[in-house]
């Protein structure tokens, strides 16, 4: 039985949280910009909602000219933390319908790869549905639309989930790799940068089918043995990579709204207790221990804030991390006269658990 994998790509991600945190901004054109230290007048556009794309504002662009070709659009610098603690929710829900916990790999902030091969039993109909649930979930648990690609390999589901957006799901079955491919400019190829694209050009290849019939010993001989190889498979729809979590080295987090926004210490306490247990589920099925606590608080005015922790030593102990983040939490009510929203907390600087006790054996 072949292999059917998942990609998914979270729709104008960092655009898309802010829309959802003020829905103000739902029809307006929003773009978020890092701001360099140079303050308003440096920095680069980071991503735009689609509103703002079609006044040709694009990621990466300098912030200054976005304003020029669109000065009625809202300008918003980024809150990364924040992102960040949704991300991980969303890597949650991603992880948790893959066929197993280890069959996941999160490729950015904003996209993953999960196998489905043995959840689907081989079959795209029931692949279809289970992309289908996963776009639910997220919509329902997060508020955010994303984008799903399935195929038989990595490369096929990447470049599928970015054929239709935003909030679209594409469908490629093994017998149509051919035709989804062939027609696109090689540059479309996941992994082909800009000077493989010119250097393809130069030999007269533009198109991936041309790629794909062209004579792999004339791409060793300019790319090298390699890279030779992978443009011919890649362009031929093979990808044998295996869905892989990198490292243990991300991170795991749970974030969710109070009932209602409120400085009440007792309510902000209970959501933190189950967001600990959330978070210490997750921590025991991964069999990882970790070094840093974090808690952010999102305030009825929108701010973001986050304070971390970094331990002396690496844990997967509940009363240690419900006793830092209550610390913390205590923090941001001392300070702070300003209702709570939102209430998060992520464990990162995560470690493969090696077998003996990791508290006590000091
Ligand atoms: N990002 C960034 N700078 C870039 C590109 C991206 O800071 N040059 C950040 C902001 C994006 C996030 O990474 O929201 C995810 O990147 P994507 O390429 O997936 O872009 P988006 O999710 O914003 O849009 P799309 O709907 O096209 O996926
Ligand atoms: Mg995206
Ligand atoms: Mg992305």
Redesign the pocket.
């Known amino acids: 039985m072949g292999r059917v994998i998942i990609h998914v790509?979270?729709?104008?991600?960092?655009?898309?949280i802010e829309e959802r945190e003020d829905p103000s901004l739902r029809d307006k054109a929003v773009v978020?910009c890092?701001y360099s230290n140079r303050g308003e007048s440096g920095g680069?556009?980071?991503?735009?909602n689609?509103i703002a794309r079609e006044a040709g504002i694009r990621?990466?662009m300098p912030c200054k000219l976005a304003r020029s070709k669109k000065p009625d659009a809202v300008f918003l610098p980024?809150r990364k933390p924040f992102?960040e603690e949704v991300s991980a929710n969303i890597m949650e829900i991603l992880r948790s319908n893959a066929d197993t916990e280890e069959a996941f790999e999160k490729i950015?902030?904003?996209?993953a790869f999960l196998e489905i091969t043995v959840s689907c039993k081989g079959d795209y109909g029931l692949a279809e549905e289970i992309g289908l649930r996963i776009k639910q979930e997220v919509k329902e648990q997060e508020r955010i639309t994303c984008?799903v690609g399935i195929g038989p390999n990595k490369l096929i589901a990447k470049m599928a989930s970015?054929y239709q957006?935003?909030d679209g799901i594409t469908i490629v079955r093994p017998e149509d790799v051919d035709g989804f491919l062939k027609p696109m400019p090689v540059k479309e190829l996941w992994g082909i940068g800009k000077v493989t694209e010119e250097k393809l050009s130069e030999m007269g290849i533009n198109k991936v089918e041309e790629l794909a019939s062209c004579d792999v010993m004339e791409l060793i001989a300019v790319f090298g043995k390699n890279k030779g190889m992978w443009l011919k498979d890649a362009a031929s729809g093979i990808d044998e990579s295996p869905v892989k979590e990198r490292t243990a080295t991300d991170q795991i987090g749970r974030m969710a709204s109070l009932e209602h926004d409120s400085r009440n210490e007792n309510m902000i306490f209970s959501l933190l207790e189950e967001l600990v247990d959330d978070v210490m589920e997750k921590v025991r099925k991964r069999k990882v221990s970790f070094r840093s606590v974090t808690v952010t608080v999102i305030f009825s005015n929108f701010k973001t804030s986050t304070k971390s922790r970094t331990l002396n030593h690496a844990v997967n102990d509940r009363d240690i991390l419900i006793q830092n983040a209550r610390e913390m939490m205590k923090q941001f009510l001392e300070k702070s006269e300003i209702n709570f929203r939102r209430i998060g907390v992520r464990v990162d600087n995560l470690q493969e658990n090696t077998g003996q006790k990791s508290l006590f054996d000091f």
Request: aromatic residues 18%.
């Open positions: 790509d979270m729709d104008y991600f960092y655009a898309a978020v890092m680069a556009v980071s991503t735009s689609y990621s990466a980024v992102y950015s902030i904003d996209e984008s970015s957006k935003p």
